[in-house]
């Protein structure tokens, strides 16, 4: 009986994980460079189980940890030169209000009043040497491997990484991340920069619903449960009494 409770109990608290997560993706289906949130479930071996109910080993789920899907968002086209978009595995740096670096497939940027290329909130974006990109006044354009031009004179580069592990990020904000230096690696070859355009949510709202409305009823499955382990537990005690010793 108790292990039924905890198993039950186990069920419920990830159908809620799983809703939360779903709450979160669909809030975002609309926000630049955001990448949905998602959590992995495991099985784990339960000796104790095995002994109270006395039917062989046993397992119970368990929730193995949260992260973020890599998968692309579809490339926009919106005609701003200040725009760009990431095709391939790889993120914009920036730099933090605090000196720490942060990474981002967001490329919704904006130029600050000294020249400064920032992002939507303020961060400067950095070239390959990790100092602000800086631009002169004149018309911008880009290469594909991530080098700028302001009038056809190239004055910096892109800094750009790819993430080795989406479990070891920590999200700031919808679009902002940050992880550890040697979770980190170069870009690869076949990376492009394209101008004018910006990458949208990985969220795919339909498949979200759906997952939605499938989670909600195995999350009212798991408390039927609960409830008549409850009902059973108490007819048990009115009818049976307990054991002491």
Not at 10 to 24: P, R, S, V
Not at 136 to 162: H, I, R, W, Y
């Amino acid at each position: 009986m108790q292990a039924g409770f905890y198993m039950s109990g186990i069920a419920g608290q990830m159908a809620q994980q799983k809703l939360n997560d779903i709450n979160h993706n669909l809030a975002n289906v609309n926000t630049i460079g955001f990448m949905a949130s998602r959590s992995s479930f495991s099985s784990t071996l339960a000796g104790q189980v095995a002994d109270q109910t006395g039917v062989g080993p046993a397992s119970y789920p368990n929730q193995s940890n949260a992260f973020l899907d890599m998968k692309p968002g579809i490339i926009k086209q919106t005609g701003n030169d200040f725009d760009f978009a990431i095709q391939g595995d790889a993120f914009f740096r920036v730099r933090l209000d605090d000196g720490q670096e942060a990474y981002t497939r967001a490329g919704n940027f904006v130029l600050g009043a000294n020249g400064n290329l920032l992002t939507q909130g303020g961060q400067p974006v950095l070239d390959d040497g990790g100092t602000a990109i800086k631009l002169p006044a004149g018309q911008v354009s880009v290469g594909q491997d991530g080098s700028l031009a302001v009038n056809n004179e190239g004055v910096a580069k892109f800094g750009m990484v790819t993430i080795k592990d989406a479990s070891q990020i920590n999200r700031i904000g919808s679009a902002l991340m940050t992880t550890t230096a040697d979770n980190i690696a170069p870009v690869e070859k076949g990376v492009i920069v394209r101008q004018g355009a910006v990458e949208g949510s990985n969220v795919n709202s339909i498949l979200a619903m759906t997952e939605m409305v499938v989670t909600t009823r195995g999350f009212e499955a798991t408390m039927k449960t609960i409830e008549q382990y409850n009902q059973q537990a108490s007819q048990l005690y009115d009818e049976v009494g307990l054991v002491q010793g």
